[in-house]
């Protein structure tokens, strides 16, 4: 991945794609100091730019450490790398971490430092494909308590058990694992959120240790407008079996039914279908939807 053509914003300039190095000894390697985004631009336009530059932020602050960036200057970074880049629809992955001028615990005065990639990462699946649904294993690892860590935060250190669990499943033939939270709880999935629906209503658990997701707050909004009750509750595993349907919501995963999850099965029908599609929808730009 290191080797290729293209640009990468880092802290404040473009450099060439194989230039864009850090240390072994930064603070973020050895401590899990740093925070990320992740982003798709469609038809040249970032979706919700502006809301993910604030998380970043926000996301350090959890860290303790300041971006030293506004949120209008990474919208602007953001933009030019695409440019550089050439590219309209792409993944947008910008990064902030905690440099490498003290290695212990405590690194109060490292610089923090902030990069942005952007690559071609076309939807998972056609819509077709989609339809099917996928397949989810169940996580052993649970959502910790937002006692034990930062849970808003969309910390790298967090994703530590994301990586075994989702390893763990595409191992077992599933393509991502659903996790449950500290209490037992249906929570989220390696790196998207999760819906249920129920006798014509929409089910999500409560974002209360985990990332209450850009997209979740988009499709539960597009939900409303298409007249969907969304309920969000705490929703226990013994109820897996009582949906018709489920999907899974986030930047990457964008609106992705889910055929399986372990021993239950759903069938994604007409309103995953056109949750789906109203979504693809929304995150067109103004322009292009005017056209
Ligand atoms: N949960 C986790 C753990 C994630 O990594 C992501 C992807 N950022 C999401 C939820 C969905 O968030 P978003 O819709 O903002 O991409």
Redesign the pocket.
Known sequence: FHDRDGFIWMDGKMVPWREAQVHVLTHALHYGSAVFE?ERAYGGTIYKSTEHSARLRRSAEYLDFEVPFTVAELDAAKAAVLKANGQTDAYVRPVAWRGSEMMGVSAQHNKIHVAIATWEWPSYFDPATKMKGIKLDIAEYRRPDPATAPSAS?AAG??MI?TISKHKAERKGYADALMLDWQGRVA??????VFFIKDGKIHTPIADC??D????QSVIAVCKTLGFEVVERRILPEELSTFNECFI????AEVTPVGEIGPYSYTPGNMSKVIMESYSAEVMPKSAKAA
């Open positions: 992740g969309k967090l994703y994301c989220e999935c390696t790196g998207a959120n985990f990332l997701g850009i997209t979740r919501t986030g930047t990457a």
